[in-house]
């Protein structure tokens, strides 16, 4: 499957991230992306990465400073663990909805279930059933 685009500014934050880790070994914090680019905020470059990390051009660890990756282009035959980019895109869209709003909670409840928390059940209309609650 072919990776989606980038915008324009993904592109350049992209190309800023791939050479600082090709000349430093390690990726750069969100703050110095923001002032090599003039950025108005930190808040930008995570919108930016987000994006990037989406359309799988780049891998970050949660909770782990200085731990942006770019995915090679050519990943036929090889294992890319995409794992951290879905969790980190399903946590952004929690941080999206309302406090408490069901949307919120069915989004908290994939999870947990992702992170091995907790576990599913089907119920009779096959709808996911958090354990416990069927």
């Known amino acids: 499957m072919e990776k989606e685009r980038p915008s324009k500014k993904q592109k350049e934050v992209f190309d800023y991230i791939e050479t600082f880790i090709n ?3 390690f990726g750069p914090s969100y703050r110095e992306v923001m002032r090599a680019l003039d950025l108005k905020s930190v808040s930008t470059v995570a919108t930016h ?9 780049l891998l970050k660890k949660e909770n782990s400073a200085r731990s942006l990756q770019v995915v090679p282009d ?3 035959g090889a294992a890319v663990d995409t794992e951290h980019a879905h969790l980190a895109w399903l946590r952004s869209e929690i941080a999206k909805r309302a406090i408490g709003s069901e949307e919120a909670e ?3 409840q994939a999870l947990a279930i992702l992170e091995g928390k907790q576990s599913a059940t089907f119920g009779p209309a096959g709808s996911p059933q958090p354990e416990g609650k069927e």
């Open 23 to 25: 000349e430093n070994g």
């Open 49 to 57: 990465v987000n994006g990037l990390i989406a359309r799988g051009y």
């Open 106 to 108: 069915t989004l908290q």
């Open 74 to 76: 050519n990943v036929e």
